[in-house]
């Protein structure tokens, strides 16, 4: 079992930067694959990016690569998104999720966050 808590988001404004971060609890939390995804108003969640257990291989979404950056530290079981070059389109919420194995489908990841807001304006 995993608890995701996420932080970072707020508001922007276009081409501006923030970091998020998704504090993963449980001793086992360094074994799972983490991903983020978002969902904006009146859309369907999407996948962002995700990392494996040993924060050896990454993907992103054709929409934010070379604009974001996803990491971890296993020590202290949390995994962050650095989002550069921010879009008015990057806008939503914001969910880190957590699974074993890696992929990009939102419906194999049993553990997620509460979810943290972002809004670019333009």
């Known amino acids: 079992q995993v608890q995701l808590v996420e932080s970072g988001g707020g508001l922007v404004q276009a081409g501006g930067s923030l970091r998020l971060s998704c504090a993963a609890s449980?001793?086992?939390?360094?074994?799972?694959?983490m991903a983020w995804f978002r969902q904006a108003p009146g859309k369907e969640r999407e996948f962002v990016t995700g990392?494996?257990?040993?924060?050896?291989?990454?993907n992103y979404a054709d929409s934010v690569k070379g604009r974001f950056t996803i990491s971890r530290d296993n020590a202290k079981n949390t995994v962050y998104l650095q989002m550069n070059s921010l879009k008015p389109e990057d806008t939503g919420v914001y969910y880190c999720?957590?699974?074993?194995?890696?992929?990009?489908?939102?419906?194999?990841?049993?553990?997620w966050g509460q979810g943290t807001p972002v809004t670019v304006s333009s």
């Open positions: 449980g001793r086992t939390a360094s074994i799972y694959s």
């Open positions: 999720a957590a699974r074993l194995g890696f992929g990009v489908r939102g419906d194999l990841y049993p553990y």
């Open positions: 990392i494996n257990s040993s924060g050896g291989s990454t």
